[in-house]
């Protein structure tokens, strides 16, 4: 795996965390790719533990981007 893939997506999740303190909506789609790249990551490197809980947060950015448009809060 190439080193420049943990470099992407350690830029891509803090373009969610900007987003995400700026509240805008997008912010969990970022992090929902950001995460499953993160997952595979440490897999590929046989780190399970952490891949287990990137999975947990793919979970809660899934979850924050449907309660976000189910309540209809503003983006």
């Known amino acids: 795996m190439t ?3 943990p470099w ?3 830029i891509v999740s803090i373009i969610a965390a900007i987003l995400n303190i700026k ?3 997008s912010s969990f789609a970022i992090y929902t790719v950001a995460n499953i790249g993160w997952i595979a990551v440490n897999i590929y490197h046989g780190i399970y533990a952490q891949a287990a809980l990137f999975v947990v947060f793919t979970g809660l950015s899934t979850w924050g981007w449907i309660e976000w448009g189910r309540r209809g809060w503003e983006n």
């Open 23 to 25: 509240k805008k909506r």
């Open 8 to 10: 992407t997506l350690t």
């Open 3 to 5: 080193h420049l893939l």
